[in-house]
């Protein structure tokens, strides 16, 4: 699937399909595992993307930083997914969770709890997004008493 998004972009550099290959091309190394690859693919398609289109690359930018356990840069990222969203509101939601995430990597439990709270106030107790946030919150606030249920999931 690469190797004929490549041939598309190399033959049709500025058709629109080609556009989209690029991204497509990201999103299958992410999925494939090769994070550095897929930031490096998808960090220029940030330029041209709009709406949706420009937070779900972003959210994978995000998400690959983090999966390379180079917390800092995705911290950065999902900041800037959160500040600068352009899609629909489970953009926001997957930058909050994120940050939580990278917090709870960091041991930074009442960060995390901060995060997972703002997901509980914006989305709602019962909202997928918002009970998990919640169940999670639950959790690092029993291991910050000392009484550990599990620690959260990092995925």
């Given at each position: 699937a690469i190797a004929y998004a490549r041939r598309l972009v190399e033959e049709f550099p500025r058709d629109s399909r080609a556009t989209r290959a690029r991204?497509?091309?990201?999103?299958?190394?992410f999925d494939n595992r090769d994070y550095q690859a897929a930031v490096q693919e998808l960090s220029p398609q940030l330029k041209t993307a709009k709406g949706d289109d420009w937070s779900m690359i972003q959210y994978h930018i995000a998400e690959s930083y983090r999966l390379m356990n180079d917390l800092d840069s995705a911290q950065r990222e999902f900041l800037r997914l959160r500040y600068e969203n352009k899609g629909i509101a489970d953009w926001l939601a997957n930058a909050l969770e994120g940050l939580a995430k990278c917090y709870i990597a960091q041991n930074r439990y009442p960060e995390a709890i901060k995060e997972l709270e703002d997901i509980v106030r914006r989305f709602g107790p019962s909202s997928a997004f918002g009970f998990q946030a919640g169940e999670t919150a639950r959790r690092l606030r029993d291991l910050q008493a000392g009484t550990p249920r599990g620690r959260p999931d990092q995925r």
């Open positions: 991204v497509d091309i990201g999103l299958i190394q």
